[in-house]
């Protein structure tokens, strides 16, 4: 499947005039309950994302704003990522400690979307742009990027551990069909010590950050004008995060650094989408979930 956007606009000068230009074919603001009010709590005390798959990209035509142009895809190319794939060995719960260090990954990409560690201060300054210049004003009065970051962790939380245990049947309302039909065969390979480094708490969450926002429109449709709006959200893990804290250990500031640590340290990217559209605003929902070790990339760049 091909994640990045087929037609990409960015928008360069953010002065109120150039939004409001921008916006002429946008239909009066709709107000709503809010960011925070469309992560429903489950009874297991976790949330739900959404109710949608969000939109059909093989069937329309968009035009999108963006923070940013999508980075590119990672420099091994779709041909070594497969070739990569088919040297990881599943069979075994150990086949993570044979494989590390010989130039595979100990944990396979989930689906092919450039991997993103840090912040970009171009993206924050766009990103701040769009929220306070075009979401705000023209779509939803109550969003609050604090409040969805929260919620965001929440979900990443309840899609991980489902992935972990292969729970498909119960994503489908948080993960669009596109990604699930993605993940499927890459997450059914793994062996049970790769599904286990899936599962992220909250907890062991110790740096989230949106890293880019961007807005869709459907141009096909001239009596509805159709809308969306993307967040890609980057959250770094350490593994056992809380129970250091509760036993007073001091965490290193180079930890990603140190062979200790380097196993227990992982990035996740999930990217969210919602439709914003007058009188068909959906739920929040991901159609992109990727897991990596920062460790399995040094690796990379060495072999290259």
């Known amino acids: 499947m091909n994640i990045v956007p087929r037609s990409l606009k960015v928008i360069t000068t953010f002065s109120r005039a150039n939004v409001a230009s921008k916006l002429r074919l946008l239909s009066s603001p709709t107000v709503n309950n809010g960011l925070a009010s469309r992560f429903q ?3 297991d005390g976790y949330t739900n994302i959404g109710l949608v798959n969000g939109p059909n990209c093989g069937a329309c035509t968009f035009r999108r704003y963006y923070s940013d142009v999508s980075p590119k895809h990672a420099a091994s190319g779709a041909k070594t990522e497969k070739e990569d794939r088919l040297k990881e060995k599943t069979t075994a719960d150990d086949d993570d400690d044979n494989n590390f260090g010989k130039g595979n990954r100990t944990l396979p990409r989930l689906m092919n979307f450039p991997e993103i560690m840090w912040p970009s201060l171009l993206n924050s300054i ?10 705000r004003p023209y779509m939803d009065r109550e969003f609050n990027i604090r409040d969805f970051a929260y919620g965001a962790k929440k979900a990443m939380q309840v ?31 793994l062996s049970v010590s790769q599904r286990r480094q899936l599962e992220v708490k909250e907890s062991d969450i110790y740096l989230t950050f949106p890293y880019q926002i961007g807005i869709m429109f459907d141009e096909e449709n001239k009596d509805v004008q159709k809308r969306w709006v993307e967040i890609t959200m980057v959250f770094h893990v350490l593994r056992g995060l809380k129970e250091m804290r509760e036993s007073g250990e001091e965490i290193p500031w180079n930890m990603g650094t140190m062979p200790e640590y380097q196993d227990k340290v992982f990035v996740c990217n999930y990217r969210f989408i919602k439709e914003y559209t007058k009188g068909h605003e959906s739920d929040w929902t991901v159609n992109v979930v990727n897991h990596f070790k920062p460790i399995d990339l040094v690796n990379e760049l060495k072999r290259h």
């Open 159 to 189: 899609i991980s551990s489902k992935l972990m245990n292969g729970d498909f049947a119960h994503l489908g309302n948080l993960v669009s069909e596109e990604a699930l039909n993605e993940l499927k065969p890459v997450i059914q390979k």
């Open 126 to 135: 766009k990103n701040w742009v769009m929220v306070h210049f075009i979401i």
């Open 41 to 43: 709590p489950l009874s």
